[in-house]
């Protein structure tokens, strides 16, 4: 049998791992498929430069839309990042009928039902399993190994930078800028690192996996977004002498009014396996009616860990190359014709409990006066902690955790506990989930 021909396009350090691994393992991938797979064309900036692929064998070019439109090229493998050039050369190898393999979250969560829809016209796939957390074969397991469950709930550690802040900030109370600037350096972090901090690019993993779990569109606009700036290493080691530590967590959950969908740092009991994935590690945990809780867990981010999920991908694509378009595992998990108009709700219809810190005047009566604003808006506190009083300031830190509760209850008792006369300054609050 032929061999088929692979086309790559950007040969940075994604595309670097892709090449290095297909040609490392050629023997191993052939005795897998029963046919080679065989990098045949490679696109990139300075691409003359490159010491990966050899020349005299592989066509190179600076021109990615020449792998497109190369008749030879049967699978096209977009690893050039970002919305515009990525979309149009996308879009443009379906239009060719070529089949597609990107490890573009910010592409699949962005625009993601436009691609899959013309994909499914022109009979091709667009396989996406590296654009979320990295190496681990998540979307696999949700389209295929759990398409027998209902899923309840997911929630994921799905940005490594994120996370390895948060762990130095825990483990060696390393200052939040450092970490980052470490975290750029290992090469980690997004080409703009508020992708990392901000929740974006867990936002766009989490709008895929939601697709995935419950049959919905790609609706990334939807998905609510918060980072891990503002966390403080006060908060965290007040987190830990509870019995919790914060993870940036992205949490998809059916309830029975919608999906609720949300990016944000997250307070997690610290015997919850998840609370102990440190590091740039990530991991994934999915609630199906069935299988009940299953975790997923692996390198999120790197060259060769990435490029697993990008070659698993390719493979996938050659085996079922001959199989009619309408038999083989649907792209987005739940065949097109049907998806579900579930709603995604918005973040003040969110149950979830909560950690509260504020700081407040040193005197009798102001822990009671605080309890009769949550009493009166029917919110119940599970701990509360008082912190040794602020040297100079007759101020104390006052913690408190709180049951579950609907995010605008708590919000309109936040306000009003920020306008008593004896709390300094804003509530700091961290949503707190159990997981159980
Ligand atoms: N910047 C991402 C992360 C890379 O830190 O997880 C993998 O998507």
């Given at each position: 049998?032929?061999?088929?021909?692979?086309?790559?396009?950007?040969?940075?350090?994604?595309?670097?791992?892709?090449a290095?691994?297909?040609?490392?393992?050629?023997?191993?991938?052939?005795?897998?498929?029963g046919?080679?797979?065989?990098?045949?064309?490679?696109?990139?900036?300075?691409?003359?430069?490159?010491?990966?692929?050899?020349?005299?064998?592989?066509?190179?070019?600076?021109?990615?839309?020449?792998?497109?439109?190369?008749?030879?090229?049967?699978?096209?493998?977009?690893?050039?990042?970002?919305?515009?050039?990525?979309?149009?050369?996308?879009?443009?190898?379906i239009?060719?009928?070529?089949?597609?393999?990107?490890?573009n979250?910010?592409?699949?969560?962005?625009?993601?039902?436009?691609?899959?829809?013309?994909?499914?016209?022109?009979?091709?796939t667009?396989?996406?399993?590296a654009?979320?957390?990295?190496?681990?074969p998540?979307?696999?397991a949700?389209r295929?190994?759990?398409?027998?469950?209902?899923?309840?709930?997911?929630?994921?550690?799905?940005n490594?930078?994120?996370?390895?802040?948060?762990?130095?900030?825990?483990?060696?109370?390393?200052?939040?800028?450092?970490?980052?600037?470490?975290?750029?350096?290992?090469?980690y972090?997004?080409?703009?690192?508020?992708?990392?901090?901000?929740?974006?690019d867990?936002?766009?993993?989490?709008?895929?996996?939601?697709?995935?779990?419950?049959?919905?569109?790609?609706?990334?606009?939807?998905?609510?977004?918060?980072?891990?700036s503002?966390?403080?290493?006060?908060?965290v080691?007040?987190?830990?002498e509870?019995?919790?530590?914060?993870?940036?967590?992205?949490?998809?959950?059916?309830t029975?009014?919608?999906?609720?969908?949300r990016?944000?740092?997250t307070?997690?009991?610290?015997?919850?396996?998840?609370?102990?994935?440190?590091?740039?590690?990530?991991?994934?945990?999915?609630?199906?009616?069935?299988?009940?809780?299953?975790?997923?867990?692996?390198?999120?981010?790197?060259?060769?860990?990435?490029?697993?999920?990008v070659?698993?991908?390719?493979?996938?694509?050659?085996?079922?190359?001959?199989?009619?378009?309408?038999?083989?595992?649907?792209?987005?998990?739940?065949?097109?014709?049907s998806?579900?108009d579930?709603?995604?709700?918005?973040?003040?219809?969110a149950?979830?409990s909560?950690?509260?810190?504020?700081?407040?005047?040193?005197?009798?009566?102001?822990?009671?006066?605080v309890?009769?604003?949550?009493?009166?808006?029917?919110?119940?506190?599970?701990?509360?902690?008082?912190?040794?009083p602020?040297?100079?300031?007759?101020?104390?830190?006052?913690?408190l955790?709180?049951?579950?509760?609907?995010e605008?209850?708590?919000?309109?008792?936040?306000?009003?506990?920020?306008?008593?006369?004896?709390?300094q300054g804003?509530?700091?609050?961290?949503?707190?989930?159990?997981?159980?």
């Amino acid at each position: 049998m032929e061999a088929v021909k692979v086309g790559l396009l950007g040969l940075g350090t994604v595309g670097g791992g892709t090449a290095t691994v297909l040609l490392r393992n050629a023997a191993e991938i052939q005795a897998r498929v029963g046919r080679a797979i065989e990098v045949s064309h490679v696109a990139g900036l300075g691409i003359a430069e490159q010491t990966i692929v050899d020349p005299a064998k592989v066509k190179l070019t600076e021109d990615a839309f020449e792998v497109v439109n190369d008749p030879e090229v049967q699978i096209v493998v977009e690893l050039i990042g970002g919305y515009t050039l990525a979309k149009d050369l996308v879009m443009k190898a379906i239009d060719n009928g070529k089949h597609v393999v990107t490890a573009n979250k910010a592409l699949i969560a962005t625009h993601g039902t436009e691609i899959m829809q013309a994909a499914t016209a022109k009979g091709v796939t667009v396989s996406y399993e590296a654009a979320v957390a990295g190496g681990i074969p998540i979307i696999k397991a949700m389209r295929e190994g759990l398409a027998g469950n209902q899923i309840q709930w997911l929630a994921g550690i799905i940005n490594g930078t994120g996370n390895f802040i948060l762990t130095e900030m825990r483990d060696k109370g390393r200052d939040f800028g450092d970490v980052l600037k470490e975290a750029q350096e290992l090469g980690y972090a997004e080409a703009d690192p508020t992708f990392d901090v901000e929740g974006i690019d867990a936002a766009h993993k989490l709008t895929i996996l939601a697709s995935l779990a419950f049959g919905i569109e790609l609706q990334f606009e939807k998905t609510y977004t918060e980072g891990i700036s503002k966390i403080t290493t006060e908060d965290v080691n007040y987190a830990g002498e509870l019995g919790y530590r914060i993870k940036h967590l992205g949490i998809a959950r059916k309830t029975a009014k919608g999906i609720e969908l949300r990016v944000h740092p997250t307070l997690i009991p610290e015997k919850r396996l998840l609370a102990n994935v440190d590091g740039v590690m990530n991991a994934v945990l999915v609630y199906g009616d069935a299988v009940g809780p299953t975790l997923y867990y692996g390198a999120g981010a790197g060259a060769e860990p990435t490029a697993s999920a990008v070659v698993a991908d390719i493979i996938d694509t050659v085996r079922s190359i001959d199989v009619p378009a309408d038999q083989k595992v649907p792209l987005l998990g739940f065949r097109s014709d049907s998806m579900r108009d579930t709603p995604v709700l918005a973040i003040d219809d969110a149950q979830t409990s909560y950690y509260l810190r504020m700081s407040a005047e040193d005197k009798p009566g102001v822990l009671a006066e605080v309890s009769e604003v949550f009493a009166s808006h029917k919110i119940s506190l599970e701990a509360v902690l008082q912190k040794e009083p602020i040297e100079g300031v007759n101020l104390v830190n006052l913690i408190l955790l709180s049951q579950q509760v609907r995010e605008a209850n708590m919000n309109a008792a936040i306000k009003e506990v920020e306008a008593l006369a004896a709390i300094q300054g804003d509530v700091v609050r961290i949503r707190m989930e159990h997981l159980g």
